[in-house]
């Protein structure tokens, strides 16, 4: 039997009711879920506010020292540290602990941090001391819970029902609340890592980021980038906005065929591109190493390897732009002209993962999306040509022409992102305003 804790026997004095707004309007939720927990609230549904939260999933408050002491600690510390929880104590002698939904998590504190939990997690590791539980306090939704056993067992079954972190991907997040100023380069820039807020099930417009916990996003970086500290993050990101991280040789075969458009238009002959290609190449050698370098065929076998492999590139692109114009990706006569936006949009979430693994200052992640908004525009006419020259770079670096999830789920986010009022794409423009 499910026992909820009422709003109307806690203490106002520990967690005072949120302000009214000063012109008497209702209070506007952050995001859809609180929406939906203060509706709960509202009805006085503690199980479906549960249900709810069980499926999202919540976030603990831990000083950072305590964190970085975790992270340091063998495995059996960090498990220890992982059931710690902020706590208040009442009057009356009872312990309340504190978690959050994503939506209501503060700006970043230098020395606080915010890690995920499930409710699960919480079944199994709340400390015995604790009494209650306060979901988003002293916020309207905020809801209490008596942390008994039986109480616990309900959470524990909740998140074996409804978690399902698959659920959590694929979905434009925007938040309502506390997103840079319309028309601004900082949200221009924050739209353009919107492919990976959508994949991950990102809120897309916020620069208050805990993203996935900051332990979370420690790991991400180290498991997926190779970045294990600040300076790591710092060379990174850099290499990132200047477009230093997928090959250079992409966009070299991609701007051969540029030169040979303005000349013959944009239906070419592709040995005509390869012909291109492999001219532009040799001619590289001999501007860089001189006009007695080995650079004409059969003098330098290494060469001749490499030119092979861009002549190979090209009917690569070829044919992923054959498929993309079949899938609506481009128009009937579209190609991409870079794969900029491979680098730029993974620039605009790097600064975002920097920011939740501490290693970026909140000046450096402004910095750097407003860096990822101008590098966008300087490259890109519109965001479904945005679009196409990130899957593009995507589907090269990892997709080996298999058509498989490296390309389909692209695709299904360039089909929302295109097509869904809510998504950026449609509600920032592209070009920049004119003064």
Aim: hydrophobic residues 40%; negative net charge; glycine residues 6%.
């Amino acid at each position: 039997m499910h026992d909820e804790f009422h709003d109307d026997e806690f203490h106002d004095d520990v967690f005072p009711d949120f302000p009214a707004p000063a012109d008497g309007s209702p209070w506007q939720a952050p995001a859809d879920l609180e929406e939906h927990l203060y509706e709960l609230c509202q009805e006085d549904d503690a199980y479906g506010y549960l249900r709810a939260i069980a499926v999202e999933g919540l976030y603990r408050p831990v000083p950072l020292d305590e964190a970085d002491a975790a992270d340091a600690a063998d495995e059996d510390e960090r498990d220890a540290a992982a059931s710690e929880l902020l706590t208040i104590d009442l009057p009356d002698g009872r312990k309340v602990a504190q978690v959050y939904t994503a939506g209501v998590l503060p700006r970043p504190h230098p020395d606080v941090v915010y890690e995920y939990v499930t409710l699960d997690s919480l079944a199994a590791g709340c400390p015995d001391d604790v009494d209650l539980l306060v979901v988003n306090a002293a916020t309207p939704c905020q809801q209490f819970f008596l942390t008994t056993d039986d109480e616990r067992e309900v959470w524990s079954d909740l998140h074996a029902t409804h978690h399902r972190p698959g659920n959590l991907t694929n979905r434009i997040d925007t938040r309502r609340t506390g997103a840079p100023a319309p028309g601004s380069p900082l949200l221009h820039g924050l739209a353009c890592g919107a492919h990976l807020c959508f994949a991950n099930g990102d809120a897309w417009n916020t620069v208050d980021w805990h993203g996935a916990g900051h332990h979370n996003e420690i790991d991400r970086l180290a498991e997926w980038w190779g970045v294990h500290d600040r300076d790591d993050w710092l060379s990174v990101q850099e290499r990132l906005l200047t477009r230093d991280v997928s090959p250079w040789y992409w966009d070299f075969a991609l701007d051969a065929r540029a030169v040979l458009t303005r000349h013959h238009g944009p239906r070419l002959d592709p040995e005509l591109w390869r012909d291109q290609v492999e001219a532009a190449l040799r001619h590289r050698v001999v501007e860089t190493s001189g006009p007695t370098a080995p650079h004409r065929p059969g003098e330098d076998a290494e060469l001749d390897d490499f030119v092979a492999h861009l002549r190979a590139l090209v009917g690569k692109v070829l044919r992923y732009e054959a498929r993309f114009r079949a899938d609506g990706l481009l128009p009937p006569d579209g190609h991409v002209t870079t794969v900029a936006a491979w680098d730029i949009g993974r620039a605009s979430k790097m600064a975002r993962w920097g920011t939740g693994a501490r290693y970026a200052t909140r000046a450096e992640l402004f910095k750097a999306l407003e860096r990822a908004s101008e590098a966008a525009r300087s490259a890109y006419t519109s965001w479904e040509t945005f679009s196409a020259g990130y899957i593009l770079g995507r589907c090269l670096h990892f997709d080996e022409e298999s058509f498989g999830p490296w390309y389909t789920d692209v695709l299904r986010a360039h089909r929302a992102l295109t097509t869904d009022p809510d998504s950026p794409w449609l509600t920032v423009p592209f070009a920049a305003a004119r003064a």
